[in-house]
C-alpha cells in the first residue's frame, strides 16, 4: 500500500510540474525570452503564435547575418559562394538566405516535438505506469531534456568544434570562398543553432534507449493492440521522418556542391540509411520489450490462478476443470497474440522515410538523372 501511494503521489507531482510548465528546455527558454521582448515592440499582452515568432526570428537571424557579411566586405564571397551550389547568382544569394531560416524552423521542429512527449507523458503514459521505478527513470530523462546549463555548455563545445570543423572543409572544397569575419560569423551563428537541436536529437535517442525498462499498462488480452501503444509507436516513428529529412536536405546540398559523384553519391545514401534503420529498430524492439513484458505479466496471473485452482480443489471435479481449461484457452489466446506493434501501416511508412533521402539526392543530380534517361552524353 506504501508503494502504491508513492507512485500515485510521484505521479500526480510530475503532472503538475508540467502542467505548469516547470518543465523547460533551453529552446523553450530562447523562445520564451525572444517572444516576450515581441511582445514589447508590437505592444501586445496575449501569447503570439509560434508560427509568427519562429517567422520573426528567422527574419531577424537572417538579417543580422546578412548585415555582418555586408559590412564585413564579404559579399562578393558570399554572391560566390551561393553561385558554387550551380545555380545562377540570384538564386544562389535565395538559396544561402535560406540556410539560417532552415536550421532554425528545424531546431524549433524538434523542440515541439520533446513538447509533445511531455504532453504525452502528462495526459496519458503517466497514468499508465505501473512502477515507480518507471516514474523516476521518466522523471531523470525530464531533467536532463530541461537542463539548461547542460544544453549551453554542450552547444558551445559542439559549436567550437563544428566551426573549426567547417573551415578545413571549406578550404577543401575547390571554389568555395572561405570569406572573412562576416561569414565566420554567419557561419557560427548557424552552428550553434544546429548544437542546439544535436542536444534534443540525443535526448529523444536517450528516451528511446530506456523506453525498454518502463511498466506500462497495457490491453491484457492482447497488449500489442493497445489503442496507448499504437499511438505512442506513432510518436515514436515521427522521429524517423524528422531524420529523414534532416538528411534529405544534406543530401542535395552536397549533391549541388558537388562533393560526391552520382555513383559514390549512391553509397553515401546507402549509409545514411543506417541511422534510419537503426532508430526504426531501436524504438520498435523497445515497444517489443513493453509488449513482451505486459504479456507475461497476464500470463503470469493465469498460470498463478490455474495451480491455485488445482491446489484448493479436486481435479476431478467437473466445474473446476471447465475453469482450468477455460483458463488455459484464454493463456494460449494471449500467448499466440504478436510481439510487436509492427503492421503494414508502419512498415509502408519506414519504407517511405527511406525514399526522401534518395529522392533529395535525385533532385541534386537532376541534370545527371536526364542525361541518363536521354541517353545523351
Partial sequence: MTTDTALIEKREYLKRRLASGEYKTLVDICLGWFERLLQKVTRRTEPLPLW???????????????????FAGDWTAYLRNGASFGFGYEIGFLINLSNGAIFII?????????????????????????????????EAWLKKCCNWRLHLLLTIVFTIWSSSA????????????????????????????????????IMVILLYASLRNYDLKLFAADPGNSEFLSR???????LVYITAFFIAVLSFWL???????????IVVILVW???????????????????????????????????????????????TMEAINRLMDFHDRVK??????????????????????????LLGNLDKVLLLFTGKP
Avoid: H
Fill in 336 to 361: 499466440a497474440t504478436r510481439n510487436s506493434a509492427i503492421d503494414s501501416n508502419t512498415i509502408l511508412n519506414f519504407i517511405n522515410s527511406l525514399l526522401l533521402p534518395l529522392l533529395a539526392f
Fill in 106 to 138: 528545424m531546431t524549433i521542429f524538434i523542440n515541439q516535438y520533446i513538447n509533445r512527449f511531455f504532453i504525452l507523458w502528462r495526459d496519458t503514459i503517466f497514468d499508465r505506469t505501473e512502477s515507480l521505478t518507471s516514474v523516476k527513470k521518466i
Fill in 255 to 265: 549533391s549541388r556542391l558537388g562533393l560526391f559523384a552520382s555513383s559514390l553519391g
Fill in 273 to 319: 540509411w543506417l541511422p534510419l534503420i537503426a532508430l526504426f529498430i531501436l524504438y520498435q524492439t523497445n515497444l517489443s520489450s513493453i509488449i513482451r513484458r505486459a504479456k507475461w505479466k497476464t500470463l503470469n496471473e493465469i498460470q498463478s490462478q490455474v495451480e491455485e485452482l488445482r491446489a484448493t480443489n479436486n481435479l476431478k471435479d467437473k466445474e
Fill in 166 to 201: 567547417g573551415f578545413f572543409l571549406g578550404n577543401a572544397i575547390p571554389g568555395l570562398d572561405t570569406g572573412g569575419y562576416g561569414l565566420m560569423f554567419t557561419n557560427t551563428v548557424n552552428y550553434i543553432i544546429t548544437s542546439l537541436m544535436v542536444y534534443q536529437f
Fill in 232 to 238: 505512442l509507436s506513432g510518436e515514436l516513428g515521427f
Fill in 52 to 70: 509568427f515568432v519562429t517567422m520573426t526570428l528567422c527574419v531577424v537571424i537572417i538579417v543580422v547575418t546578412n548585415a555582418a557579411i555586408y
